[in-house]
Nanobody, 120 residues
Framework: QVQLVESGGGLVQAGESLRLSCAASGSIYTIATMGWYRQAPGKQRESVAIINSNGNTHYADSVKGRFTISRDNAKNTVYLQMNSLKPEDTAVYYC??????????????WGQGTLVTVSS
């Protein structure tokens, strides 16, 4: 199958930056979209940023201008550069990928999550 492994979370102060990484491995034929979601305590999981195989991106309004998503297709890796972090960005961040393990057979996979804590 496919595994997504995230890294880069941690504790920072408001205004600082963090970079998250997520590497996909396993039986990968091709990857369509990759993205980052987050879930704060007591809230539903929400989409943060998505990038497709052509590099087209979509961001949640709350992170536009502060976060940048990118991907390295050769490494099956997606990144999330988070600048000007705010306490309300505190959440567990999950990597998501739409992966084909064989031609035209796509499934959605999730990482285990990485905690980002922003102190005021």
């Amino acid at each position: 199958q496919v595994q997504l492994v995230e890294s880069g979370g941690g504790l920072v102060q408001a205004g600082e930056s963090l970079r998250l990484s997520c590497a996909a491995s396993g039986s990968i034929y091709t990857i369509a979209t990759m993205g980052w979601y987050r879930q704060a305590p007591g809230k539903q999981r929400e989409s943060v940023a998505i990038i497709n195989s052509n590099g087209n991106t979509h961001y949640a309004d709350s992170v536009k201008g502060r976060f940048t998503i990118s991907r390295d297709n050769a490494k099956n890796t997606v990144y999330l550069q988070m600048n000007s972090l705010k306490p309300e960005d505190t959440a567990v961040y999950y990597c998501n990928a739409r992966v084909a393990t064989m031609p035209a057979k796509f499934s959605t996979f999730w990482g285990q999550g990485t905690l980002v804590t922003v102190s005021s």
